[in-house]
């Protein structure tokens, strides 16, 4: 069978694709009782550019990089295995990692080669489908196919959260779609007035009564601890904190996956430069993320950030880097057994190569994903490798959770 | 019979108050139709003669840009940007072009229907340099055929620069064509996929089916000067697409099987539906859809019987308000009713024509020309009247009005105008209940029966 064809099969999408609503309505927070994955949470961020791997976990133990990247590496960061070390930019991290609660895994990626484009590789890392995408109409992502396997699960389980769309929470399974930056600033008799003329109508009634309550719950936590940004927070910060806290605060509640967006990635000059602000946005959403989930929905947390592709070993004239294929993925959170560069490493020297730019991806960032979800929600291994990633091989379990 | 011009308006326009010389009785508007395509040249758009150019020097400077170091690199990189910069102040200024035709025409049908065909044949710009080559085609391929047989509506979008990038037609080539031999290149089916599954049949067709039409395909692609056949990218021999074979490495080959498809009993079937769904409601009447699917067959695919048969049918005359106004529908008549014309929107200045429409319009869910795949947007209105997308539009009809129009319009006054008979007994009850001229202005935007059609 046509593989594309076997996926629109399992997801139902085979004679309606275009008649699937983007989310269902909404049935509000608390309306069922025990959530049906359980307590864990799952916070996947997608790196939207393209994110150097080899500048966030640098093999500075290989006396290569230095000669690939010189200007790249002439700030040196804090050691974290003896062979690899962390970017400087991301040292406010080493009490996670000294706590096993960071971790990275070098030299992986998508079955995407060769074409190194943004729009393709980031179609492929969200549907999660391999090398069948071309086809722009199973766009379900790979993290909605999991929850369309679980029963029972309401709109508020899972937050796409932020402006970008986020196609890999997309699909036939119910989510809600919010942006943090959207305001309903209402006066009490406008909201009145809106209450009466949505009175009979069922849609609009309950999308308009969802979106005060979602802004209301917005206003009133950030009323409540009266949070101003803390004092080491500047504006272009800002935006990251309002993201981070409005999936924090449903991750409390009855919200188990959250995903969004971080973008920025794309250095193809000056990088020590241009790398600083998403780093430290990344940073920032980490360490935010872990103080505002507190630490006892941290510790059943697990957060995985991953790119669509990495960056070229050897540094470009423009002390940049170009789009190459093995790629870095970032893990966090109370849930991960941490301190550690998992993955095997091939090494720099030009033979291990992909076509001698590339690092060499020795792993599917697909599995590490299905691992995690295995382990924070017990799905088993033939649904991860047909319904939610179709055609993947898991390979051996890589124990990710503490 | 005699339709109103409330439901004319809603259902086949972008609502009240309609624009003078409006025809309301469907020969009316069928004649307008037919007539010449006014707007297309009050508020031109752009064309492939212009874009070609641009685009292939934008080509031409990266492959320098890539290509050198130092000072040379970085002049071509500086003339990209501008290049670039310059065919996405294009795209916009096509943006503005749909809106203005939308607020200004006074045949309605004439601009939903080119959302239609336009939404049906789905293209998204693959790159910056590529903003445009939408907005091109609606005016070379889709605009020009909204009378036409559907046929050579189909021929046209086929061989349109938008579509053949789109659907990566462009780098499909047949593996053992010249250029494939010598270059290992092969088969690309995006395209043939689509075009059985989405812009013709819509089904019942076989793997083998989609990789024979791409294969028939191949040779189609855009050349230096535009869209152009190439036979050294054909791949070689007869294919054979739903059991008819289609001998020849030409370009003519490949539009024999176009119009057979076009023919295609299933095509007719599928658009048909496609056409009741969007402008009728969801679960259109079965009546409505065998109707429009036997004057497709009996006409041989002629848009103006097809059309003509739409808007003389009972069901599609029917009471009620079954969809939901898409954010550019909503956009276009709240601007409408609060009076704005085309020209003001053409004298928009980028950063507020941004802030206030396109912006918008992509937080309430539709961003500007990047509907989520080749099926373009959604029909159904829980697509659109979600948490999400309320929020949105409540927050635009409260907030944008005022600073658009100096002063407001009187809440009441303004909701006879862009409602008519269809304000509801609440909203009568509501609006003059609100505190102040901005939110009652908001309250009639928000509500349900603005929001519907």
Redesign the interface.
Known sequence: MDRRLFLKALTGTACSAAAHPLMTTVTLAGSNGAAPLGDHRLVVVILRGAMDGLDLVRPSGDPLLAAYRPNLVAIPGPDLTGYFSLNPRLSGLMPMWRAGQLGFVQATSTPYRNQRSHFEGQDILEAGTGLDLPDGRVRDGWLNRMLQAVPGLTSQTAFAVGGEAAPLLQGAAPVSNWQPDLRLDLSAQSRLLLDHIYHDDALFREAATEAVSLTESMDSTRMSDGTAPPPSDDRRLADTTRLIDFAADRLREDTRIAAFSLSGWDTHRNQTGSITLPLRRLEHMVLRLQDRLGAEVWGKTLLLAMTEFGRTVAENGTKGTDHGTGGAMLLAGGALKGGRVMGPWPGLDEAALYQRRDLMPTSDVRAWAAWAMRGLYGLDRSLLETAVFPGLSLGDDPGLLA | MTPDPTSAAFRFGYGLPLPAKAPTDPAAMLAALRGPDVMATTHPGPRMADLTEPMALAASLLKTHRRT??AE?EAARAQYRQTVAALQTTALNAAKATFARALDAPDGLRERLSWFWADHFTTVP?SRDAAALPAAMVDEAIRPYLTARFADMLKAVMQHPAMLIYL?QTISFGPNSRVGLRRGKGL???LA?ELL??HTLG?GYT?TDVTQMAELLTGLTVGKKGPTFDARRAEPGAETVLGTAYEGDTLDAVLRALDDLAAHPATAAHIARKLAVHFVA?DPDPGLVNALTSAWQDSGGDLVAVTDRLLTHPAAWNAGQAK?RQPFDFLVASLRALGLTGSDVQRMAEGPFRRMILQPM??M?QPWQAP?????W??????W????????R??WA?EVPGRLVTPLPDPTALMARALGPNA?D??H??VP???NIR?GV??VL???EF?RR
């Open positions: 170091q130092g690199a693959r990566d690309n089916e995006n996929r599954e989405l089904g793997q969801n939901a992509a937080a869910g989520p795949g080749p099926d373009g959604p029909e159904a209105p829980e697509a009247i979600t948490p999400e997308g309320m929020a949105s409540i927050t409260m509801s609440r909203l009850w509501a209940r609100s505190e939110e908001g309250l928000a509500s349900p929001n």
